[in-house]
C-alpha cells in the first residue's frame, strides 16, 4: 500500500506521495463530484456514460470540468493495468481556497484526483447476500454523484452493524435506492426498478441490465415500488460498477423467495459476463 501510481493534478505519483491542502474544498465542505469506472481486461467499460454524468454532476454543482473526454481518456489511460480487472476512481472538488468561507472561491482551480484499485464483483452464484430496509436519510439532489457521502456511510455501516451488505432505502413509503448502489426487483416474472429522479442515482450499471433486458425480451419496467411489493418480490438485486450484479436473500430477517438467488439473477448473471467477454 502507498507503492501504486495515482494521478493528482497533472502529475502520476506515488499514493503515499500524493498530499493536497487540507484547505481543499473536498476536505474542508466536502464540494466535489467523483466517478467509479469499471475496467474490465484492463479496457474502461462504458467510460462515456460515465463521463456524461460526471458532466452532469459538475454541471449540478456550478463547477466546469476542467478536461474534455477525450483528455479524460488520455489521463486515465496509464493507470490502467494492461488484461487486470480494476476499478478507477475519480474526483473533481473546487480546489484550494485561500480562507474557509461556504461561498464559492474566485479564481481557485479545481483539484482532480484518479487511483485504480482492483476489483472483486463476482457473485456466489449459490449465496446471496442479505440488507437491511432504512428510510432514506440523504438530500434532493441523490442524482449528483457527490463526494459528501456522509449519510450514505452512516446508512451502509448500520446496514453491516445488522450483519447485512447493503440498506435498501425508502423514501414517503417507496424504494430509492441503495446506499451505493441500484436496486431491481422481480415480481412474477417482470424485472422492476425505480424510475430514474433525482432521488436516485442514474447507475450506469442499472442502464446495463436494463439494456439486456430489452434485448433479451425480458418484461422489464421503471416504475415506482412499495415496501409492499418488495415484501412480496420473488427476486432483489442491487447492481453498481464494483459489485456488478448482486442477489439480495433476505431483506430485514425474512427469506426473499426461497432465500436463494433466483432464475432471473442467473440468467442475467451469465448474460453480464458475457457481454463483458464481448468488449475484449
Ligand atoms: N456507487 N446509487 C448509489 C448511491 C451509488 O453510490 C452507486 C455506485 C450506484 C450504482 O451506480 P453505478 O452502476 O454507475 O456504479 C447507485 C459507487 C460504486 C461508489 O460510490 O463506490
Known sequence: MGNEIVYLNGQYLPLADAKISVMDRGFLFGDGVYEVIPAYFGHLFRLEDHLERLDNSLKSIRLQNPHSHEQWRNLLAPLLKHGEDQSVYLQITRGVAPKRDHAFPQ??????FAMVSGITPHADPDNGVKALSMEDSRWKLCHTKAITLLANVLLRQEAIDHDCAEAILFKDGYLTEGAASNVFVVIGGVLMTPPKSPAILPGITRDVILEIAR????????QAISMDDLKKADEIWITSSTREIIPVVELDSEKIADGKPGSLWKMFYKLFQEHKKSLR
Open 107 to 112: 479564481h481557485v482551480t479545481a483539484t482532480v
Open 215 to 222: 434485448k433479451n425480451n425480458i418484461p422489464c419496467r421503471e
